[in-house]
Every structure is written in C-alpha cells, then in structure tokens.
C-alpha cells in the first residue's frame, strides 16, 4: 500500500471510531444515562446558534489572540535561550538545576502571583502560558544543538569554516527538527494553558464562556464552547504538523514517511 493510501486507510478509521463514539454518546444521553449532559445533536445546535448569533466571535478573536500572543513569546524566548544553552556546555551544566527546578512547576499554581502583578485580563492568561510552553520549545532546543554529529563539526573546525556558515550549516539544519517538535507542543500547550487560565481567574475568552454558561444553567452551550476547545487544538495541532512536514520535507525522517 503507498504512503497516500495508508494516509487514507487512517483518515477512515479515524472518522469511523468518532461516528460510533458519538453514537453511543447520542444513545446513552437520550435513554437519561449520563444525568445532564446533552446529547450530542442538542450540543451541535448549540454550536451552530452561537456562531449564528455572534456570540462566540468575540471571546474565540481573544483566546487566539492571546494563544497567537503567548505562543510567539515562548517561541523567541526558548529558541534564543536554547540556543545559547546548547552552544556552550558550560552554561549548560551550570543552569541545569535552575532549569530543571522552574519548568516542575506548575503554571497555574502562579495565579496569584501573576493575578496580583497583572489583574485578570489578557495579560495574565499571556503570560502564564507563556512560562508553561517556553520550557518544550527551550529543551528540545538545547537538545537539537547538543546532537551534532561529532564527525560533521570536527570537520567544519578542521576546514576552519567561519561560525555564522556553520551555524547556518550544521546546527540550524540538525536542530531544525527538534525545535519543529517543541513548537507543535508549545502551540498545544499554550491553547491548554490559556483557556485553563480563562477558566480559573474569569479572564475574557471561550474559558470564561464555559464558566458562564454553566453558572447560567446553559449547559447545551457550555458543552458547545468546550467542542469547540477542542475542535482549535485540533486545528491548531494539524496546522503544526502539515508546516512541519512541509519544512522538513528534506530530512530523513520525514522522506521515511512519505516511502
């Protein structure tokens, strides 16, 4: 089988394995076994009438925004610092535990610090997701620069190729995977982390949305907000990983793939 049927072989177990999820879904909440959730026909009704009604534009043009916002900070936080870690085995060893000891901690156990420095506006959401999502895009990094092969840089050195060549050369193209797979994590990472905030401290977005409509008794349309949750990191995730096979169409790996 080619790599383009065994694509779609996938595709079609995929969509088969949600119809019957949804199915037992729909069946089990119309016979009242499931107390009050929904089924999911009352649940797409809901979906469709918020977007008819233009209520869901201006907290889903929020949450993006402040996910678009946060997500370019971790990306030029982790890769310049990344990179510096990576280049110099000294720095390295020495920030280590720091590192180790920062990204253990849990972005939503800073909430109040970050509520009390920045209110519960976008801000807030911006940068706990922020310092959740920079460590996936600094490790990996840091990992892509330390996996040069040893042959290929003493062979730049013995040829004395000017620094910025090689970096060009040799570690961009050898970390370039790497960093490809913090940002997809990061990405997921940051919609995760913003709409968790939006949700604990009230900020504007789908999270509080979600608050709202189930303090309102609204629960067709709270489950309606949380779809669509997961419906953008489901589109974000498939935006990640088509921009990362086009990218790196050159590396092996990804030619693997596609045989």
Known sequence: MTAAGRRHSAVAWKAGFVLVLLAAWQLAAAGGRLGAVPTPVAVSVSLVQIFADGTVWSPLAITLGSWAVSFMLATVIGVLVGFALGMSRLAYRMSAPLLDFLRTIPALALVPLIVLMFGTGMESTVWLATFAAVWAVMLQTIYGVRDID???????????????????????PTAAPYIATGLRLAAAICLLLTLSVQIVIAAPGIGQQIVVTQLGGAIPQMYAYIVLSGLLGIGINALFVAAERSALRWHVSFRRVEQ
């Not at 040893?150 to 961009?172: C, E, K, N, Y």
């Open 150 to 172: 040893p042959v290929a840089r003493d062979t730049f050195r013995s040829f004395r190729v000017q620094r910025i060549d090689s970096l060009a050369r040799l570690t961009l």
